[in-house]
């Protein structure tokens, strides 16, 4: 992120953050202090010192964020300009003049199922101001990365990463964030769209853009890492980083992944260590 951040958005970063096709991060702590990643399409700037977005499903990081209030987020136009920054959670509302803006949007207004119920605001600490996606160096990283990926991949212990995990997490027109604690309490989200998999346990990423953030990752820190394609398919890896490494030939940070999320409705849940089904006893 640039070293100038902003405290407060312009008129123009409200009007620009408001369109429903776009990518919306919220990066929460969960109750284990651990770095958590949700796709928010309704996440917007609302005000000049103020984020909101709309709930319509059950998530996890809605209650996080009732427990740990310190977010980090991500908004992506189709144009591929982003802002990121931190805020904190303040409060949540059931009507009001953007509860009424959402229920009016054609994404939600047309929905036969579910509109949205449910506003949350969050204060602006800062932000990075509109920056544009470095696409040619991440297209160098991404080559970097896979030629890692060749050179350096071995069987993995365990089969933490399935088939479908694997092929999801190496297509490179796909949209990867990483996402850990900072010594602040708050979360950051990094965009790391040269992620791939290494092998059943780790992925990686070529530190050759947004090197400056990457190295300053500390080594052993729970890193998240979202996935995500334009078809609204996602999932959500978490393990230890360990660092940067020599792979292949090639500088690149690896995590050793423990435990994959489906964010995905209608049924969100863990993937992977396996939850064990119970029998439905009581009706």
């Known amino acids: 992120m640039e070293a ?17 096709m776009k990518v919306g991060l919220l990066a ?22 103020q984020l909101c977005f709309g709930q319509f499903t059950e998530g996890k990081s809605k209650e996080h964020i009732l427990i740990h209030p310190k977010a980090g987020f991500l908004i992506m136009g189709l144009d ?13 509302v059931k009507s009001g003049p953007e509860y009424d803006y959402y229920n009016n949007v054609p994404m939600f207004r047309y929905n036969a199922y579910f ?17 544009s ?67 059943s346990e780790h992925v990686l990423f070529s530190t050759s853009v947004y090197t400056e953030e990457l190295m300053a990752i500390p080594g052993g820190v729970p890193l998240a890492v979202f996935d995500m394609a334009l078809t609204m398919e996602d999932v959500l890896l978490r393990g230890k980083y360990l660092g940067i490494q020599g792979v292949g030939g090639v500088k690149a940070g690896v995590v050793k992944v423990d ?25």
């Open 4 to 20: 100038a951040l902003l405290t407060t958005f312009s008129e123009a970063d409200i009007q620009n953050t408001q369109p429903a």
């Open 28 to 49: 929460t702590v969960n109750p284990e202090g651990l770095p958590h990643v949700t796709l928010i399409s309704s996440l917007m700037a609302c005000g000049p010192a």
């Open 80 to 92: 591929k300009k982003l802002w990121r920054g931190k805020a904190v959670f303040t409060h949540s």
């Open 115 to 131: 509109g949205v119920h449910t506003v949350y605001y969050l204060d602006l600490l800062s932000h990075s101001g509109k920056i």
């Open 133 to 199: 996606l470095p696409m040619n160096r991440i297209i160098f990283a991404a080559v970097k990365t896979m030629l890692a990926r060749t050179l350096g991949s071995k069987p993995g212990k365990l089969p933490v990463l399935n088939s479908w995990t694997r092929a999801f997490v190496d297509k490179i027109d796909n949209l990867k964030f990483l996402a850990y604690i900072n010594e602040d309490g708050f979360p950051v989200l990094i965009p790391a769209i040269q992620t791939q998999s290494l092998d």
């Open 259 to 283: 435990w994959v999320y489906n964010p995905m409705p209608p049924v969100p849940g863990q993937i992977y260590p396996p939850v064990e089904l119970k029998a439905i006893t009581q009706f």
